[in-house]
């Protein structure tokens, strides 16, 4: 194999493994990435000098396909009613046929850091034969300087191979598309799929299972920074608002996907951002819109016009077109990033029965409950099967990359917030009115008013009513915002309808929180939502 690049020369690709490739090539930097997948054939520029990608007919995460090796480090770490289990023996068979599908090929490496803080990153090494996937996971982990190149060590490799075609009968796969995680081995495999989440995920998914053995809590969220240096953190699944509601031109966006938060403070995972572009426009999301029209980002599942213009508004494609790009074309972004220990803590949930407040604040064993309860709606084109929004519970505001218990990050949670004094509040960007299809969803600008009271202490002297179904409390007034709006069952034309949607919601929780009941003390299981008499 010819070893070509940027790279340093005593940590080069295992022979073993990658030996039948014909080449291999180090850490090209943006523009030869751009220029390669173009030469390529791979995507289109548009207008802006964007590269427009297509993914083929995975144009989201392949849940379903996803597998962690069950073995004895495993056995009694992950958390396998949520996870799907690899045997050793598979594993070991997927990854020698990998090995024989890139004889002849040509691989591009990216050495990259997953996190910002040097006390609890993890070196990166991602191979792939997509330059515009290496482009894109180098967009969006953290891009080593020179010096940090010529020491680097990989501790997980990725292996991405999207014309690579998993036989179930000899892997052990549900189809032909697999994502195959080895914790003990720190190697992932990626085949069947050129949906590039699967590889910023992956990473994810193992910082998720190796970060609290450190006492550093991994989680799905974004995060910001104000002018006084205060924290917040924005909870939630794709599509409830992290990557939106934290980019906001008052604050500074920290990152908008995935954090730790250790006794140092909170640190980003990544080095970019990945935003879903359904509907995007310059007045609602500017920071984000002007992004994705910079030399550089990608726009994957994107539709563009006659002239290459991208057309957000149009999801023939899907409805999950995303824009990947570094975290300095946001142009309020800490370049660190890294930041303070947090101030407010945000639940953010789409709540599809249209029964939740816009804002809500919880007590810290509520908190507790809505974190393990994880309520939002799953949202069109996210995962392959979900056509229009559906209420789902995800534990951790994550639990598709969450392989060990909940309770293991609901413990760190409780421990941290009790630690640091943060405010938690539940913030609803789902519907109300009615439920989805007769309500209507929550206005964007409604929304940013309401967060900017929160995170500036507005709401700290504002008068709460209790809600009689949840028990938390809910501001009665927010300046800017229509008061009707903060009352949801006043929205609906039909009071005890939403009654009854309520106490529907309500056994839902309760059905649904009965699982982690054992793992909670008292105090949290008391903070369960009831229906009033």
Same mark, same amino acid.
């Given at each position: 194999?010819?070893?070509?690049?940027?790279?340093?020369?005593?940590?080069?690709?295992?022979?073993?493994?990658? #030996?039948?490739?014909?080449?291999?090539?180090?850490?090209?930097?943006?523009?030869?990435?751009?220029?390669?997948?173009?030469? &390529?054939?791979?995507?289109?520029?548009?207008?802006?000098?964007?590269?427009?990608?297509?993914?083929?007919?995975?144009?989201?995460?392949?849940?379903?396909?996803?597998?962690?090796?069950?073995?004895?480090?495993?056995?009694?770490?992950?958390?396998?009613?949520?996870?799907?289990?690899?045997?050793?023996?598979?594993?070991?068979?997927?990854?020698?046929?990998?090995?024989?599908?890139?004889?002849?090929?040509?691989?591009?490496?990216?050495?990259? =850091?997953?996190?910002?803080?040097?006390?609890?990153?993890?070196?990166?090494?991602?191979?792939?034969?997509?330059?515009?996937?290496?482009?894109?996971?180098?967009?969006?982990?953290?891009?080593?300087?020179?010096?940090?190149?010529?020491?680097?060590?990989?501790?997980?490799?990725?292996?991405?191979?999207?014309?690579?075609? +998993?036989?179930?009968?000899?892997?052990?796969?549900?189809?032909?598309?697999?994502?195959?995680?080895? =914790?003990?081995?720190?190697?992932?495999?990626?085949?069947?799929?050129?949906?590039?989440?699967?590889?910023?995920?992956?990473?994810?998914?193992?910082?998720?299972?190796?970060?609290?053995?450190?006492?550093?809590?991994?989680?799905?969220?974004?995060?910001?920074?104000?002018?006084?240096?205060?924290?917040?953190?924005?909870? #939630?699944?794709?599509?409830?608002?992290?990557?939106?509601?934290?980019?906001?031109?008052?604050?500074?966006?920290?990152?908008?996907? &995935?954090?730790?938060?250790?006794?140092?403070?909170?640190?980003?995972?990544?080095?970019?951002?990945?935003?879903?572009?359904?509907?995007?426009?310059?007045?609602?999301?500017?920071?984000?819109?002007?992004?994705?029209?910079?030399?550089?980002?990608?726009? &994957?599942?994107?539709?563009?016009?006659?002239?290459?213009?991208?057309?957000?508004?149009?999801?023939?494609?899907?409805?999950?077109?995303?824009?990947?790009?570094?975290?300095?074309?946001?142009?309020?972004?800490?370049?660190?990033?890294?930041?303070?220990?947090?101030?407010?803590?945000?639940?953010?949930?789409?709540?599809?029965?249209?029964?939740?407040?816009?804002?809500?604040?919880?007590?810290?064993?509520?908190?507790?409950?809505?974190?393990?309860?994880?309520?939002?709606?799953?949202?069109?084109?996210?995962?392959?099967?979900?056509?229009?929004?559906?209420?789902?519970?995800?534990?951790?505001?994550?639990?598709?990359?969450?392989?060990?218990?909940?309770?293991?990050?609901?413990?760190?949670?409780?421990?941290?917030?009790?630690?640091?004094?943060?405010?938690?509040?539940?913030?609803?960007?789902?519907?109300?009115?009615?439920?989805?299809?007769?309500?209507?969803?929550?206005?964007?600008? &409604?929304?940013?008013?309401?967060?900017?009271?929160?995170?500036?202490?507005?709401?700290?002297?504002?008068? =709460?009513?209790?809600?009689?179904?949840?028990?938390?409390?809910?501001?009665?007034?927010?300046?800017?915002?229509?008061?009707?709006?903060?009352?949801?069952?006043?929205?609906?034309?039909?009071?005890? +309808?939403?009654?009854?949607?309520?106490?529907?919601?309500?056994?839902?929780?309760?059905?649904?929180?009965?699982? =982690? +009941?054992?793992?909670?003390?008292?105090?949290?299981?008391?903070?369960?939502?009831?229906?009033?008499?």
């Amino acid at each position: 194999m010819r070893h070509e690049g940027r790279f340093n020369h005593g940590n080069t690709l295992d022979e073993e493994v990658f #030996g039948a490739a014909e080449r291999a090539i180090y850490n090209l930097i943006e523009p030869e990435l751009h220029e390669l997948a173009i030469r &390529e054939g791979l995507g289109l520029v548009t207008v802006d000098g964007a590269l427009r990608t297509l993914s083929g007919r995975h144009t989201g995460r392949a849940a379903k396909d996803k597998f962690i090796v069950r073995d004895d480090l495993t056995e009694d770490t992950v958390w396998w009613d949520n996870n799907a289990a690899i045997s050793p023996a598979h594993f070991s068979r997927l990854k020698a046929d990998f090995g024989r599908h890139m004889e002849g090929r040509t691989l591009h490496v990216q050495d990259l =850091f997953g996190g910002a803080d040097p006390d609890y990153r993890l070196n990166v090494r991602v191979v792939t034969e997509s330059p515009w996937h290496a482009l894109f996971i180098r967009h969006l982990l953290r891009r080593p300087r020179e010096h940090e190149l010529a020491t680097f060590r990989e501790e997980l490799t990725i292996i991405h191979l999207p014309s690579f075609h +998993a036989d179930p009968a000899a892997h052990g796969t549900r189809s032909n598309t697999v994502i195959a995680l080895d =914790f003990r081995e720190r190697l992932v495999l990626i085949g069947g799929t050129a949906y590039a989440g699967e590889i910023k995920k992956s990473v994810f998914t193992t910082l998720n299972y190796l970060l609290p053995e450190q006492n550093v809590l991994p989680m799905h969220c974004s995060a910001n920074v104000g002018e006084r240096e205060d924290t917040a953190l924005f909870f #939630g699944l794709s599509g409830t608002g992290k990557t939106t509601l934290s980019s906001d031109s008052t604050r500074r966006l920290i990152g908008d996907d &995935e954090h730790g938060w250790s006794d140092n403070g909170i640190f980003n995972f990544e080095g970019g951002c990945y935003a879903k572009t359904i509907n995007l426009s310059p007045k609602a999301e500017p920071e984000i819109y002007a992004a994705c029209r910079r030399f550089g980002a990608i726009l &994957e599942n994107v539709a563009l016009d006659d002239v290459r213009n991208p057309d957000f508004s149009d999801d023939r494609l899907t409805e999950n077109g995303r824009a990947a790009y570094p975290l300095h074309y946001i142009p309020n972004s800490v370049e660190s990033g890294m930041g303070g220990q947090p101030e407010n803590v945000i639940f953010l949930t789409a709540d599809a029965f249209g029964v939740l407040p816009p804002i809500a604040r919880l007590t810290p064993e509520q908190a507790m409950f809505h974190f393990l309860s994880g309520y939002t709606a799953k949202v069109a084109g996210t995962e392959e099967g979900v056509s229009e929004p559906q209420a789902t519970f995800s534990a951790c505001f994550g639990a598709p990359f969450m392989p060990r218990h909940p309770a293991v990050y609901g413990k760190m949670l409780k421990e941290r917030l009790a630690a640091t004094g943060a405010d938690c509040w539940l913030v609803n960007t789902g519907w109300t009115g009615g439920p989805y299809g007769e309500g209507y969803r929550m206005p964007i600008q &409604e929304t940013r008013a309401i967060l900017h009271a929160a995170l500036n202490g507005a709401l700290k002297e504002a008068a =709460f009513r209790t809600d009689p179904f949840f028990g938390f409390a809910v501001p009665t007034a927010v300046e800017g915002v229509d008061p009707a709006l903060l009352n949801p069952r006043g929205t609906w034309d039909d009071g005890q +309808a939403y009654d009854e949607q309520a106490k529907k919601l309500v056994a839902m929780f309760n059905d649904n929180f009965a699982r =982690f +009941a054992e793992a909670v003390d008292d105090k949290v299981r008391a903070a369960a939502p009831m229906v009033p008499a």
